[in-house]
């Protein structure tokens, strides 16, 4: 009944990442627009899918993978060191604001 052959297995990996992502990191994404999150979300869902087609889920699965090398050195280094924003709070905010070049002033509008 059960079964992880299809591409279904990837549809839910990769949905599940995306969830966790959005409750867990939601808050760095607050002024991103609602197309651009879902068209990331869509992009990243066809990418991992092709490449499962193509390539083999192996593959597909070592890609998804090493996606998780880039956020820490983001988030655990390069945000921190060169830019002094904490890259798990996004704090001080006026410093992430200007580092997404958002709007610092959220309250005029």
Same mark, same amino acid.
């Given at each position: 009944m059960?079964?992880?052959?299809?591409?279904? !297995?990837? @549809?839910?990996?990769?949905? @599940?990442?995306?969830?966790?992502?959005?409750?867990? #990191?939601?808050? !760095?994404?607050? /002024?991103?627009?609602?197309? &651009? &999150?879902?068209?990331?979300?869509l992009?990243?869902?066809? *990418?991992?899918?092709?490449?499962?087609?193509?390539?083999? &889920? @192996?593959v597909? #699965?070592?890609l998804?993978?090493?996606?998780? *090398?880039?956020?820490?050195l983001?988030? %655990? =280094? =390069?945000?921190?060191?060169?830019?002094? *924003?904490? %890259?798990?709070t %996004?704090?001080?905010?006026?410093?992430y =604001?200007? !580092? /997404?070049?958002?709007d610092k002033? *959220? !309250?005029?509008?």
């Amino acid at each position: 009944m059960w079964t992880t052959e299809s591409l279904w !297995f990837e @549809i839910a990996l990769v949905s @599940i990442i995306y969830a966790l992502g959005n409750i867990l #990191m939601g808050h !760095f994404e607050e /002024r991103t627009p609602k197309l &651009r &999150r879902v068209g990331k979300y869509l992009l990243t869902l066809l *990418i991992v899918c092709c490449i499962s087609v193509f390539l083999g &889920r @192996i593959v597909s #699965m070592i890609l998804l993978a090493s996606l998780i *090398i880039p956020v820490l050195l983001v988030h %655990g =280094y =390069y945000l921190p060191k060169k830019k002094g *924003i904490n %890259g798990w709070t %996004g704090e001080p905010k006026s410093k992430y =604001y200007e !580092f /997404r070049k958002w709007d610092k002033d *959220i !309250f005029s509008k």
